[in-house]
């Protein structure tokens, strides 16, 4: 049983397609948590529309998407736990079955896959791809890590890891990500298919402050998880996953 949870704030423009593809999964969540930052848009009406899904809706000012998530967290009430941007869709309509069934048959506390990164207007056109690979710690130091909204975790990993850390404003899911591999005793599954469509543009690759911002956080919570890092070696590395996504497409 899935709690999935997707943030919302005048999200009127694409919400639609995105429950639509949780609507269309083979095995749909059972509980799609709604964190809604006060849309003053068509936002809630679109989604009291998807009357076949079990959605839960706060609608209330909060302090950033990470704070929003944390009390999606703190809602679900599910075995498995994911994220679904507002902006994103599912690429297959077995994902969510698929990842249920890894969990299930594999006795896997982590799940993950990859991701696409998709034109805003035509999501069939494929701007960048992001390809995991199988998980390997040594990755760790070299800025490696899973897409966010292609990472499922058992409730036995929220209880250990917690919430979201706000400190992080452009990195906290890296870090969230990083604070439940860092502890070296769940069972990581790899499922090698494309999960999720995301929509290029966000908040951290807005502009190069952003994504500089972003690196550092992220370098500094492997520092602050007791990963020995060459900062030099991280910015280097970061760069040379960014160009092998950009041509793996």
Not at 78 to 89: A, K
Not at 200 to 205: D, F, L, P, R, S
Request: hydrophobic residues 40%.
């Amino acid at each position: 049983m899935i709690s999935l949870i997707t943030v919302t704030f005048n999200s009127a423009q694409t919400i639609r397609e995105t429950l639509e593809s949780v609507n269309c999964q083979t095995l749909k969540p059972s509980e799609v948590i709604i964190i809604d930052g006060g849309s003053i848009d068509e936002t809630i009406q679109i989604i009291e529309s998807f009357t076949e899904l079990n959605i839960k809706i706060i609608s209330e000012n909060d302090h950033g998407i990470y704070d929003a998530m944390n009390k999606g967290l703190m809602l679900s009430k599910y075995n498995i736990i994911g994220f679904l941007n507002s902006d994103d869709i599912f690429a297959y309509d077995d994902i969510l079955e698929s990842v249920a069934h890894r969990f299930s048959t594999q006795k896997a506390d982590i799940v993950y896959g990859n991701i696409v990164y998709v034109d805003k207007k035509n999501l069939s056109t494929v701007k960048r791809s992001w390809i995991t690979g199988e998980y390997d710690q040594k990755k760790l130091s070299r800025g490696w890590c899973m897409p966010h909204p292609a990472f499922y975790i058992n409730r036995k990993v929220l209880n250990h890891v917690g919430n979201f850390n706000l400190e992080y404003d452009l990195a906290a899911d890296y870090d969230f990500i990083l604070r439940a591999l860092m502890m070296e005793k769940f069972n990581i599954c790899y499922l090698d298919k494309i999960f999720v469509k995301m929509r290029v543009g966000g908040a951290t690759n807005k502009n190069i402050k952003n994504i500089f911002k972003q690196n550092l956080q992220i370098a500094n919570s492997l520092k602050k998880n007791h990963r020995k890092i060459s900062f030099l070696y991280f910015f280097l590395a970061k760069l040379y996953l960014k160009i092998v996504e950009r041509y793996k497409r």
